[in-house]
């Protein structure tokens, strides 16, 4: 397919399709956007990817399969009118705590001002300008109370690998470190090697800051521990806590292929069953269209007293079933949510992948009733701690929990 024709069968999608379609028709002008089949792969995917980001949903994403995906070699937040390198990966040019205040000449907030469709937010920690740098040539930091100047270089991404970590605090406590939930293996692992330890603490935190998502039924086993009861799944939701799945025939065929990838997991026999159970849900509603879907999943939670307190540490990295984790676990008289807001992508779901050749596009088939939807602001923490750079060099959330836990 050309070009014109791919944008033009994404429009289709974004029309009849994706789950936002009728919620999103003010927002979706791709009469804006001129595409011609002589535009480079580079700037075919930005014009793309400037046309999504109208509709305001991070679950909506264009890119070219093939292409190495580059990054800056370090990665930043903003505090106040700067940013600060929170992590440097490849250009070793930069240091941990180094503080940008200009970037091709302008102030941060100018930056910020010209390309906040791109940093996706007003609100300064939630901005995304690890994207953001990718427009940029050359930045100021400072460093030491000495100005130095870098032009920005270009670096592969490295295969990402989520880090699932169990640590023993102390005799009380135990974290847990989870940054996927696209697995069910390695966590039904980690509960089995550590249940003991974990119910012979008092408290559990669950540490899910970076949290790139998944599949919600591969994080059912967590809940045990965070419920005291035994609880059906369905029924932490109100009556009206309702979803809608757009079953068009599109839909449906690339669904069923995802669920289909999800069965050749080594999975255990709930999550199994639950996984069937939705694929016969998808060929009950073939090619229905939007429909109403009634929580009706029959997991049955079985609530442990220990751990007494859960603590929840969340930020805005957390992102789709890393969210309804947190808004599920909320429900928990056991929990504690302590951080940032999520990242708020979660109004529409169940993400598919169209393939055109070379490029992917991804985009949602299922949305929550309106009433429900967070995604402007996240799931917003019970105790929040704004970012400072101080996080840099001390993990401020985790030390606020532990300070909890002594009183």
């Known amino acids: 397919m050309n070009k014109i024709n791919i944008f033009n069968e994404i429009v289709e999608i974004l029309n009849n399709d994706y789950a936002g379609y009728s919620a999103k028709k003010h927002l979706n002008q791709p009469e804006k956007y001129h595409i011609t089949n002589e535009m ?14 109208d509709f305001n949903d991070g679950h909506l994403y264009f890119n070219k399969s093939d292409a190495a995906t580059t990054n800056r070699g370090f990665k930043v ?43 996706e937010d007003y609100i300064h920690e939630r901005q995304y300008w690890n994207v953001g740098l990718q427009n940029a040539d050359k930045v100021l930091l400072v460093r030491d109370n000495e100005e130095l100047i870098f032009r920005l270089k270009n670096y592969e991404w490295e295969p990402y690998i989520p880090t699932l970590t169990f640590k023993q605090i102390d005799a009380k406590t135990t974290y847990l470190k989870i940054e996927s939930f696209a697995d069910a293996e390695p966590i039904q692992k980690l509960l089995q090697e550590h ?25 059912f ?90 603590y929840v540490l969340s930020d805005v990295f957390c992102g789709s079933s890393g969210e309804t984790f947190v808004s599920n676990v909320k429900k928990s008289s056991k929990v504690t949510v302590v951080g940032r807001p999520t990242m708020g992508i979660m109004d529409y779901f169940n993400v598919i992948t169209v393939h055109f050749d070379n490029y992917e596009f991804d985009y949602s088939i299922s949305k929550m009733h309106e009433k429900y939807h967070y995604n402007q602001t996240g799931v917003v923490p019970d105790i929040y701690i704004p970012w400072t750079p101080e996080q840099i060099e001390h993990d401020l959330d985790l030390q606020y929990v532990l300070n909890l836990i002594k009183k």
């Open 40 to 53: 480079t792969d580079e700037e075919f995917v930005k014009t793309v990817q400037s046309y999504l980001l």
């Open 77 to 119: 937040r903003r505090y106040e009118n700067s940013l600060y390198v929170t992590e440097v990966t490849k250009d070793s040019r930069f240091k941990l705590g180094d503080k940008i205040i200009k970037i091709d000449g302008l102030t941060i907030n100018e930056f910020a001002n010209k390309h906040l469709k791109l940093l």
């Open 195 to 219: 249940s003991l330890e974990i119910t012979q603490s008092s408290n559990l935190i669950i540490d899910v800051r970076i949290n790139h998502g998944g599949n919600d039924t591969f994080y």
């Open 221 to 310: 086993p967590l809940l045990d521990y965070i419920f005291d009861k035994n609880i059906s799944f369905q029924d932490l939701f109100e009556d009206d806590e309702t979803m809608y799945t757009n079953y068009t025939k599109r839909n449906c065929d690339l669904w069923l292929e995802e669920l289909k990838e999800y069965l050749k997991q080594n999975l255990d026999e709930s999550t199994e069953r639950l996984i069937q159970e939705e694929i016969k849900m998808v060929e009950k509603n073939y090619d229905k269209g939007m429909t109403l879907v009634p929580e009706d999943t029959d997991h049955m939670i079985c609530g442990k007293n220990k751990p007494k307190n859960i």
